[in-house]
């Protein structure tokens, strides 16, 4: 059985489904005018800027940044630190570059999603938004089969990626910084979980918005500790990554070359998967998370849904990159054994605290990322069973979701992975042929 899911993973996350996604992002950077770059002053103005202005548009609802940090939370996850590790350990240098690629097409990938998400939206019965790309995939592509499917795949990836793999990730690291049993942390965390998701969409955000900047922040100035300890590295290893995104690395190169046999074609494959991995563009979960946002446009919603994927890639996957490569080249130890890289990085400069700071880290990141993908699976759960169930039909869901945390803590997960995976790179196909077919109707600041 494993063999086989593991066949079926190799076919779907194979090149042609890189291809799409960069494919996708591309004709979408063209027909923008490339906005993410010509545009730069309006998104970031609209996005980092606005938080720096006094005026406050929200009514009393979800606000937008409450939104954008809610999806940060679902993409800021373990994959910033283990899955960059993994993809520097089996793709080498060359892979971050292309991990920038992936991530500066892909804002417009993700722009697209979230205008669309924003655009079709509707109130259920209830005063709350129904969303994400069901609903386009419904109302504005006119194919409520794929519409259907897509909202199966996404409730699945909710119990599989969402709560058993982040809630995985969770318990290995706590058993192994501070030796807790699987079974109390799995208590713990789905009581935790559970006092959250109670409040609904209102409390995830409003968790989010507290959650996020700080774990952010505990992780980036941890990060910087490190840099600045070996900082000659940095130019070096900037030079490497752009090289080797061009060439093969060579043993001998420097104790990171040690790994050798990294080949262009490799670096290009892991850098361009974690990039999608790790900030989701393409995927549809932008749409869903940002349709809670009130008081807003489907451009404002977009610009935000850029903003995170340059935040998820091009800093906090860079800079996790940047520790590893001068943290290896600096002490001598070969990239190698992505699980443990980033670890050992950090407390070759910091010691126990630089251990247990990536630890809290990816803890407070894997929760928040539970969170976030509760109100995915919520949705999809919504819009798959319409008005049936009410109250009841939310309240197995959440007893579901749940469970599927404390499972996680306790069990073995290869094949959990693995079908979450397959799950979250199917979710792409139904969301990226309602972009392709809606792409016409979308609309980008400065240019109608």
């Given amino acids: 059985m494993l063999n086989l899911i593991h066949l079926l993973h190799g076919a779907v996350w194979g090149p042609w489904l890189l291809l799409l996604f960069l494919g996708t992002g591309l004709y979408l950077t063209i027909r923008s005018g490339g906005f993410q770059f010509r545009g730069l002053r309006t998104w970031w103005g609209s996005t980092v800027g606005s938080l720096f202005q006094k005026k406050n548009k929200n009514s009393g609802g979800v606000s937008q940044f409450q939104t954008a940090c809610t999806a940060l939370a679902a993409t800021v996850g373990t994959g910033n630190i283990v899955g960059v590790a993994t993809a520097l350990a089996a793709g080498g240098q060359g892979a971050v570059f292309w991990m920038w690629v992936s991530a500066l097409i892909g804002m417009m990938t993700a722009y697209a999603e979230t205008w669309l998400g924003i655009r079709y939206r509707l109130r259920g019965r209830d005063g709350k938004w129904i969303c994400g790309p069901m609903v386009t995939l419904r109302d504005g592509a006119k194919q409520p089969v794929l519409a259907g499917i897509y909202a199966a795949l996404c409730l699945l990836s909710s119990l599989g990626m969402g709560s058993m793999v982040q809630a995985n990730s969770l318990a290995e690291t706590a058993r192994f910084s501070w030796n807790m049993p699987g079974a109390v942390c799995g208590l713990l965390l789905a009581a935790a979980v559970g006092l959250v998701i109670k409040g609904g969409i209102g409390r995830i955000a409003l968790t989010a918005e507290r959650l996020i900047p700080w774990s952010a922040a505990i992780y980036l100035g941890a990060s910087a ?19 080797c995104a061009f060439s093969p690395a060579t043993a001998g190169e420097s104790a990171v070359g040690a790994a050798a046999g990294w080949g262009v074609k490799t670096a290009i494959q892991y850098g361009i998967a974690r990039g999608v991995f790790s900030n989701e563009a393409g995927l549809g979960s932008l749409a869903i998370l940002h349709g809670a946002a009130e008081d807003t446009t489907p451009e404002e919603q977009g610009m935000w849904a850029m903003f995170e994927v340059f935040f998820d890639t091009i800093l906090v996957c860079t800079v996790t990159a940047l520790v590893i490569l001068c943290a290896a080249a600096e002490k001598g130890f070969p990239v190698r054994n992505g699980a443990s ?30 969170i976030a993908w509760y109100y995915m699976g919520k949705q999809a759960a919504d819009y798959l ?13 959440g007893i579901l979701y749940l469970g599927a945390v404390f499972l996680g803590c306790i069990a073995r997960m290869e094949a959990v992975w693995e079908l979450s995976d397959i799950w979250n790179g199917l979710m792409a196909l139904p969301n990226i042929l309602a972009i392709l077919l809606l792409a016409g109707q979308i609309r980008y600041p400065g240019r109608r």
């Fill in 225 to 243: 500790l490190v840099l600045a300890a070996c900082w000659r590295q940095i130019p070096g290893v900037f030079v490497q990554i752009v090289t």
């Fill in 341 to 370: 890289l980033a670890v050992r990085s950090f407390s070759a400069f910091l010691g126990a605290p630089g251990e247990y700071t990536v630890a809290l880290s990816m803890m407070l990141f894997a929760f928040a990322t539970i």
């Fill in 385 to 397: 069973l319409g008005s049936r169930g009410g109250t009841l039909r939310g309240r197995i869901y």
